[in-house]
Nanobody, 122 residues
Framework: QLQASGGGLVQAGGSLKLSCATP????????MGWFRQAPGKEREFVAA????????DYADSVKGRFTISRDNAKNVVYLQMNSLKFEDTAVYYC?????????????????WGKGTLVTVSS
């Protein structure tokens, strides 16, 4: 039910914008989040946004560079990634949960999307 897109190859310092469409989901009922998993590493939290967008949280590693947003009219959540670094290379996943808690703890997430690969060349 979640479809992430927008990944690709970008040089360090560049930007990408990921999108996550949510067909079939009552989008405004869910908090949304982005996660990533680099090769050989565990999946980690990147960013989260509450159902109305009033609460937002980021991993320390992306604060000031990444921006999460949502459009409840279009049922899409975005992740704008600027000043990309080599260490941002990963498969990025979107996820949905009825509250922010599961997004922040990765426990009890209702839906996961298939990932989109982001590769940052140094």
């Amino acid at each position: 039910q979640l479809q992430a897109s927008g990944g690709g190859l970008v040089q360090a310092g560049g930007s990408l914008k990921l999108s996550c469409a949510t067909p079939g989901l009552t989008f405004s009922d869910y908090a949304m989040g982005w996660f990533r998993q680099a090769p050989g590493k565990e999946r980690e939290f990147v960013a989260a946004i509450s159902w109305a967008g009033g609460s937002i949280d980021y991993a320390d590693s992306v604060k000031g560079r990444f921006t999460i947003s949502r459009d409840n009219a279009k049922n899409v959540v975005y992740l704008q990634m600027n000043s990309l670094k080599f260490e941002d290379t990963a498969v990025y996943y979107c996820a949905a949960a009825t509250t922010l808690g599961p997004i922040l703890t990765q426990r009890g997430i209702d839906y996961w999307g298939k990932g989109t690969l982001v590769t940052v060349s140094s």
